[in-house]
């Protein structure tokens, strides 16, 4: 029998290896990754007949491939080349993350070993990178991470590796892990971005003031808690969400010119689309994705957004800039189908703190982290359909195999408790 789960934990550790190269150096990692991952999964269904334990991704495979049906069918905005290519790139992080839940790769002390290692080497890396801006400017920064924003991405998902592999059987950590696991996240804060600080005010709540059951035990002092952890997200985020969503550049330009607001426009007219494009949306590569700009999308032109700096034919630098706006491409059904999909997730994360709160706290708080990496970066990003997404729903998937194990257990107990076997 071909050994899946140890051919998906070699994956992992390769393309977590490569953190560092795919950041920019190399732009095919994560493409590559999952054309593996499908082979795999169609090794698994042939092999061992297991194709009914994938039907998550064939449900999502039809779905996507409905919209492409609708996209060249109904809306019309894009060629078939290029609504093939968006459909590929959707698929991407949800081929990842139902391959590593159904395959449920494992790691012994060896592997954990090799990604402490790596995790270390690669938060060395982006230190170095980062620290080295204040003498020597974007030297060493844009070879190798192109952008401040990657640098922090990096820190982040190797400290949650870090933090995984650092769980011991009985699902705690030692106190010297969490010391070097909380100096890898405040290194992370040279990125400057405030999408990082949100993710590392996250991370440290999870890390040392998370207690499991905090949300059912509402009293005073955990409303407060709770209160100011929000509070002070909402603080360390100002930056980015005014100007995301209030004054765009207007402080670099002349604020009467309509063409300086290009970010709060692109979010601006994914709402109309939604409205105009009821129920479905405007279908794919037509708008705020990296097909759109490829093949410049005939919806930009409908909306006026050929007029505007940084969404223009000749200067699209920002259409491809947020995944938010992109959701447009689907309409009301599909933000709903999203939505959906993360409350499917979280259940199997929800499940770990059920069973077992002291065992599987800790990978619940990654989980959760995990989760709100993707919430967060996707405000200002398209990290969700790129390497570090792919990464991140791998990652997702390895630690939610973990509570759909449990969950397919516990169902089975009922099934023989209740006589029905």
């Not at 426009?265 to 009821?278: A, G, H, P, R």
């Not at 189908?337 to 077992?356: D, E, G, P, S």
Request: charged content about 15%; glycine content about 6%; proline content about 3%.
């Amino acid at each position: 029998m071909v050994k899946l789960d140890r051919i998906c934990s070699w994956l992992f550790i390769i393309n977590f290896a490569l953190f560092v190269p795919s950041s920019h150096l190399v732009g095919f990692t994560d493409e590559l990754t999952s054309l593996i991952l499908m082979v795999l999964i169609g090794i698994d269904c042939i092999l061992n007949r297991n194709w009914l334990r994938y039907k998550l991704l064939w449900i999502i495979v039809a779905i996507m491939t409905a919209y492409a049906i609708y996209s060249l069918t109904m809306v019309k905005f894009n060629t078939i080349r290029y609504v093939v290519t968006d459909w590929i790139i959707q698929l991407k992080p949800y081929i990842a993350f139902v391959a590593m839940l159904i395959i449920a790769p494992s790691f012994n002390n060896k592997d954990k070993y090799i990604l402490r290692n790596v995790a270390i080497f690669n938060v060395s890396v982006a230190v170095i990178v980062l620290f080295s801006r204040f003498f020597i400017g974007k030297f060493l920064l844009e070879p190798i991470f192109f952008h401040v924003m990657t640098a922090g991405m990096c820190i982040y998902i190797s400290a949650a590796v870090y933090m995984f592999c650092s769980i011991n059987k009985d699902g705690t950590i030692e106190r010297k892990s969490l010391i070097v696991l909380t100096l890898m996240l405040i290194t992370g804060l040279m990125c400057t971005r405030s999408k990082y600080y949100g993710e590392f005010v996250i991370a440290m709540f999870f890390m040392y003031l998370y207690r499991p059951g905090i949300m059912k035990h509402v009293n005073f002092k955990n409303v407060i808690l709770i209160v100011l952890l929000l509070l002070l997200i909402f603080a360390v985020s100002w930056k980015k969400i005014e100007y995301y969503f209030i004054t765009g550049n207007s402080d670099s330009f002349d604020p009467n010119v309509m063409e300086t607001y290009a970010r709060p426009v692109l979010y601006f007219t994914s709402f109309l689309i939604l409205c105009d494009y009821f129920p479905f949306g405007s279908g794919l590569a037509s708008f705020a994705t990296f097909a759109s700009v490829e093949n410049y999308s005939g919806l930009y032109y409908e909306y006026g957004l050929n007029y505007i700096w940084g969404l223009s034919p000749s200067m699209p630098d920002f259409i491809c800039d947020a995944f938010y706006p992109s959701l447009a491409q689907f309409g009301f059904v599909g933000i709903l189908l999203f939505i959906y999909f993360w409350v499917y997730i979280y259940k199997y994360i929800k499940v770990l703190i059920r069973v077992n709160p002291q065992k599987y706290k800790n990978l619940f708080c990654i989980g959760v982290m995990l989760m709100c990496f993707v919430f967060i970066e996707s405000i200002a990003s398209t990290t969700f359909v790129q390497f570090y997404g792919m990464m991140d729903m791998m990652f997702l998937g390895i630690i939610c195999a973990k509570g759909y194990n449990i969950k397919e257990q516990l169902e089975e107990e009922k099934i023989i408790g209740d006589g029905k076997i």
